[in-house]
């Protein structure tokens, strides 16, 4: 059994409320590294970002391994002047919807803990995607209301795997 994780990393903008703020919580759990600039974080780990070109996809698999993967956590009012240039490591995520209880069901505005496992997710670590969200009272939900959107890459997982 392979205990690898892919490193995580956050550039923590500290726009959200504190209570709510999802990498507050994963980094509690040392699941996540925060950080405030990203300078701090590997240069050549990728960046999730919603105007990104290129979609994350399992061919992002080693890159990952290697370099991590970092989230900007800033508040969604916000993002247009965070994201005003494209980053040259920057990737999006498919279209998902969120299941954190202050963006349920609304598409592309997944929380920061819901864009790591979705990452984790894609890149082929289904079981580390899971455990991330576990130390959520909404994490099941996330696998749920999503199971037929993230199909493709399981089906992607499995053939690049075997």
């Excluded at 709510?20 to 780990?45: D, Q």
């Excluded at 970092?70 to 508040?75: E, G, N």
């Excluded at 496992?117 to 670590?125: N, R, W």
Aim: charged share 25%; with cysteine.
């Amino acid at each position: 059994m392979n205990s690898f994780t892919p490193r995580l990393y956050c550039l923590h903008l500290n726009q959200d409320d504190p209570k709510k703020n999802t990498v507050v919580r994963l980094a509690k759990f040392k699941l996540v590294k925060l950080g405030k600039k990203l300078k701090a974080f590997p240069r050549k780990a990728l960046i999730l970002d919603p105007f990104a070109v290129r979609e994350l996809s399992i061919t992002d698999r080693v890159t990952i391994e290697q370099s991590g993967i970092i989230v900007i956590d800033c508040s969604w009012a916000r993002t247009e002047s965070i994201f005003f240039q494209p980053f040259s490591t920057g990737r999006k995520l498919p279209h998902l919807l969120a299941a954190n209880t202050v963006n349920y069901g609304r598409w592309d505005r997944l929380s920061s803990a819901e864009a790591l496992a979705a990452s984790l997710f894609i890149i082929g670590y289904p079981q580390k995607a899971r455990d991330l969200l576990h130390v959520f009272s909404w994490g099941d939900s996330f696998w749920e209301i999503n199971r037929q959107n993230l199909l493709p890459y399981e089906i992607d997982i499995n053939s690049k795997m075997e």
